[in-house]
């Protein structure tokens, strides 16, 4: 009896280790939340945001931080990146070069803020946020510049995706 139980364990102990290396050896399959420009793919993995060439070759990390990354979205000549970081405990909006850099914060409301594009001449981001809304309900449409400055209110009463056509 022994001898069976002895012989399966090592069974199971050897197809678990050679499952996880054929593992190991796949392409990955965790990268999230992609967004294209005329020759980059920006992208999340591991709550970090990357960018590579259209192709995938050249993957670059832009973000090394304890906080999270999500939502990245080129700006309209593929020159900035903006997307949404929970670093201070809170969702705000932030901007970064395509080629890296400090990433720039954007948005300072203690209410979450989302991202959603860009102006069709990219001077700003556009997002969305319960900031003015008292029920939580819904959410509203803003704007603010990439150098920083005033959050514009879009007069649209309520939005969840948005983008300019």
Known sequence: MIYKTTS????L???FTLAAQDINKEDTRLLAKPAMSDSQIAFIYAEDLWVANKDGSSPKRLTVDDGIESNPVFSPD??????????????????????????ERLSWHPGSDWVRGFTPDGSAVLFISQRNVFTRRFAELFEVSVNGGQ?????IPNAFWADYS
């Open 13 to 15: 102990f050897l197809s």
């Open 151 to 155: 959050v514009k209110q879009l007069e």
């Open 78 to 103: 593929g020159s900035l990146i903006a997307f949404n970081a929970e670093y201070d405990g809170n969702t705000d909006v932030y901007v970064v070069s395509a080629d890296g850099g400090v990433p």
């Open 8 to 11: 399966l364990l090592i069974f």
